[in-house]
């Protein structure tokens, strides 16, 4: 057995001129599917509440709204499902030399995730296709299982990810063997998961959040000032509006594990060139030669915040070689644009709040709603940076400080041929992901929305 | 069996699982193709109705096939997937199809409009069986070599065996397109298009079988080892099982008997998986033999756990689901029930006490978060988490009760502002 579970002589790294190709393929497949997967992290539940508004009122708006959110939730699902499954062939597409030396180290997580995965297909199918056909408290139960599976999901495939920013749970051998493997500790006995867990989800919220809400916030601009406009806009923007400052606390809490197990990606996140005690942070301004030029120094705040202590000495990119940094400028950029649209959402979200708080009411401004519009793709934005920081960060890494991108990609030709390919069938698909979204909201309402039980198909 | 074998197993009843319904998905694709005129019209509506509520169930038995496999059998799967780099890609493009097609189905307004959706799901079903179909050829009949894009690019699957189980793949999905559909059609009492099914499943049955016999031709022509041991010891046991269940399926179609053979013609491609896995056995890939390409033992333990743990929560649904879709549950006319009718109970905004008392608990979460350090840190989070969660749907409800900005309330609200 042992001559075989060994990466070096059975897939050898291999030239592969198309590297860079091959990294923004993946990126590119990333990027489609990750909003969806905020949709299949919270809009469960934002459909729930909803359902469940209905069953303690008796109101028939909140069913109306329940149902048709249920519709776009089972598009979006679809989608979803098979941008998701388009990652998983491109793991063995792309990174087979990642996929052969370390697959049984990581790939219990994506077998159980396929299980959340199944329960998902199942119960979003009885749920949508179950209106009406099910008693409405069965209805309501049968949503339940849709929410779960989307947490258990994004626990899995963060479990994988979270072990490639932190690898444990297998030892590696002078020859380049991996023995001693422990999926279960690799996987779930990560100090990095939790974190990042955590925010994945919180961001899901975010996302899904201020999405559907800024849809909404565009019909009350436009004049709609209807019971139904208004609710639809209240669930989600209030749901998002408490994520947005939870996130900056969870954010600390994460940013504080990358300074421990990744200094390297830290330093790439804020352009910090040399070991430094008491480093700062410089809003915008660009890396080069080693610091950041043209940006506002805000002294000590790095220190501050990855280490809670003003003098706290970080290290810099010039503790690694030149060759195991990531590209500086772009994770900076990244990172700067998460954490800036972050500030503003809680802003937006922390008026909203407050707001409710003081007055008993929703702000309604059209200036707050423009806000609450901008907020919808500007959150999207923010959760691509996000992960551009934390992937394009890991870089040259696949296995963080154990295995190189290089190592781990395909040795096929034809990488330029399957990029321009997909990139014609995600344009597309992002074509045709807005006409259904389209057409969805511009069926007229089936139940009457202003509180008479009557229902009709 | 032993513990290297076993996750290969649980592969091989995904794959035929997935060969079964995610194959009959395609196939009802393909059978909306071939009734693309107007007259067809209650054949597409039916295949995309009758697959709506188990399509996605059905596709996740490949990614079920896929991260076991990968997990279980690294090397063989870097192997597999970088070598047949080019039928994985164009699977992977029919699956986008397929979700985006399916997606699309439920904004179609006009005919016109189903029928433009319904053929980018027609060519998802002939080009993701296809290049399947050719992958499991290929590893057959033994192109795919040990090694990261080891194996010839285009000629490891464009081979005339690796074609031949493509086209059988795509033909074979039809055919089980056609009995399911049949036996769907019945339930719903619709007898002429049942009988619309039935003809087009006992042609496809007939044509599969056909192209069944001019394989072991082409095999034997092309991949003589794997002709040899499909006929000879238990793979020609598995093949012969296979061709009886594929006639039962056909007698039993012809006297429209659709629910048996629903379960027979799952049978007779369960049995060409299990020949071929007892045909290729104990080889995974050339010079790789499955115990070889096994994961240590820590792991193949904890995927045999978590399959039997998943299982436990994965059977029990799906049993719920297929017996919901078969009994009917789900189609047109089933409705029995409406909106929740049990007397108002207006919303309320919660007491005044709670907001406060959120809050507080928010930020001592927050506070335990940023600055307890160690176990602190979840625990904060956990409890602001949790304050979060109990604050949003507080302040929904707070946030609904004020009606004051709704155009056709505005009358009773200003009345009710009143002192």
């Known amino acids: 057995m042992v001559e075989v579970t060994f990466l070096a002589a059975q897939l050898p790294p291999v030239e592969q001129a ?13 990027a489609v599917h990750i909003p969806l997967v905020c949709f299949g992290i919270a809009f469960p539940s934002l459909v729930l509440l909803a359902e469940w508004l209905h069953l303690r009122t008796g109101d028939p708006l909140y069913r109306t709204l329940a149902r048709r959110w249920s519709k776009v939730m089972l598009a979006l699902f679809a989608v979803g499902a098979v941008t998701g499954t388009i990652l998983s062939f491109e793991m063995g597409l792309l990174w087979p030399g990642f996929m052969a030396a370390f697959g049984d180290v990581f790939g219990l997580g994506f077998a159980l995730e396929g299980f959340s995965f199944f329960v998902e297909a199942i119960f979003i199918a009885i749920y949508v296709y179950g209106w009406d056909r099910l008693s409405p408290r069965a209805h309501f139960l049968s949503g339940i299982p849709i929410a779960v599976a989307g947490f258990t999901g994004s626990l899995m495939v963060i479990s994988v990810n979270a072990w490639m920013q932190n690898p444990t749970g297998f030892r590696l051998r002078a020859d380049g063997q991996v023995v001693d493997v422990e999926p279960v500790k690799a996987l779930f006995a990560n100090p990095y998961l939790w974190p990042q867990l955590t925010h994945m989800y919180v961001a899901g919220y975010l996302v899904a959040g201020f999405l559907v809400a800024a849809a909404y916030a565009v019909r009350r601009l436009r004049g709609d000032r209807s019971r139904y406009v208004r609710t639809a806009l209240i669930i989600p923007l209030t749901v998002a509006a408490i994520a947005a400052p939870v996130q900056i606390v969870v954010g600390d809490w994460i940013a504080r594990q990358v300074a421990e197990t990744q200094p390297t990606k830290l330093a790439a996140f804020e352009g910090l060139g040399e070991t430094t005690r008491g480093a700062p942070i410089h809003l915008g301004g660009w890396y080069v030669d080693g610091e950041v030029k043209a940006g506002i120094e805000i002294p000590r705040l790095l220190s501050l915040l990855a280490a809670h202590d003003p003098d706290a000495v970080v290290e810099g990119l010039d503790a690694v070689p030149e060759a195991e940094r990531p590209p500086v400028n772009l994770v900076r950029l990244a990172f700067q644009t998460m954490v800036g649209i972050g500030t503003f959402l809680a802003l937006v979200g922390g008026v909203h709040v407050v707001t409710l708080l003081r007055r008993g009411r929703m702000p ?11 907020a919808g793709p500007l959150s999207v934005l923010a959760l691509i940076a996000g992960w551009v920081a934390t992937e394009v960060g890991r870089q040259p890494w696949v ?31 992002i074509a045709a992901v807005a006409w259904i979204l389209r057409r969805l909201a511009r069926v007229p309402l089936e139940d009457a929305p202003q509180g008479a039980e009557r229902v009709t198909d | 069996m032993s513990l290297t074998e076993l996750p290969l197993l649980f592969v091989l009843l995904g794959l035929t699982a997935y060969a079964v319904l995610g194959g009959a998905d395609f196939g009802a694709g393909l059978w909306q193709l071939l009734s693309a005129g107007s007259r067809g ?6 295949a995309h109705r009758s697959m709506g509520p188990v399509w996605e169930a059905n596709h996740v038995w490949l990614i079920f096939v896929l991260v076991i496999f990968w997990t279980a059998y690294p090397v063989a799967f870097g192997s597999i997937a970088s070598t047949l780099a080019v039928p994985l890609f164009i699977a992977a493009v029919g699956i986008i199809l397929r979700g985006t097609a399916y997606a699309l189905r439920s904004g179609a307004r006009s005919d016109r409009e189903a029928i433009r959706i319904d053929l980018a799901f027609a060519m998802s079903s002939i080009l993701t069986p296809f290049a399947l179909g050719a992958m499991v050829g290929a590893i057959a009949s033994e192109r795919v070599p040990v090694g990261n894009a080891a194996g010839a690019l285009w000629g490891s699957w464009l081979n ?7 086209v059988l793949a795509v033909a074979a999905g039809a055919y089980m397109a056609a009995v399911f559909l049949a036996g769907d059609a019945r339930r719903i009492g619709q007898e002429e298009l049942a009988q619309a099914f039935r003809r087009r499943a006992l042609a496809a049955g007939a044509a599969t079988g056909a192209l069944a016999l001019i394989g072991l031709v082409v095999v034997r022509a092309d991949a003589r080892a794997l002709f040899d041991d499909l006929t000879s010891g238990p793979g020609v046991a598995a093949l012969a099982a296979s061709a009886v269940a594929g006639l039962a399926t056909l007698a039993l179609l012809w006297r429209s008997a659709f629910e048996p053979a629903r379960y027979a013609a799952a049978a007779a491609v369960a049995a060409i998986v299990g020949g071929w896995a007892l045909a290729q056995q104990p080889m995974l890939l050339p010079g790789l033999t499955v115990q070889e390409a096994a994961a240590g033992r820590a792991t193949l333990v904890a995927i045999l756990v978590g399959v039997l743990a998943g299982s436990l929560i994965l059977f029990p649904s799906l049993a719920l689901l297929f017996r919901m879709v078969l009994r009917g549950a789900f189609d047109p006319g089933a409705t029995r029930h409406g909106a929740e009718r049990h007397p108002r109970h207006p919303l309320r905004p919660p007491g005044s006490a709670w907001p406060r008392m959120l809050a507080t608990a928010g930020a001592a979460g927050a506070g335990l978060a940023l600055f307890g350090g160690g176990w602190r840190e979840p625990l904060g989070i956990a409890v602001l988490l949790t304050a979060a969660a109990a604050g949003s749907v507080g302040l929904v409800r707070l946030a609904l009760c004020d009606e004051r900005d709704i155009d056709v309330l505005d009358a009773a609200a200003r009345v009710r502002r009143k002192p």
């Open chain 1, 399 to 429: 296995v963080y400080g154990v295995m190189r991108t290089s190592e781990a990609v395909t040795g096929a030709d034809g990488i330029p041929v399957g990029y321009a390919t997909l990139v014609v069938v995600y344009t597309a698909l």
């Open chain 1, 364 to 374: 309604l401004s059209p200036w707050f709603l423009r806000a609450v519009v901008l």
């Open chain 1, 18 to 30: 198309y590297l860079l190709e091959a990294r923004q393929m993946q990126a590119l497949s990333f």
């Open chain 2, 41 to 46: 019209r209650a054949l597409r509506e039916h």
């Open chain 2, 160 to 166: 005339p065996t690796a074609i031949f189980i493509g």
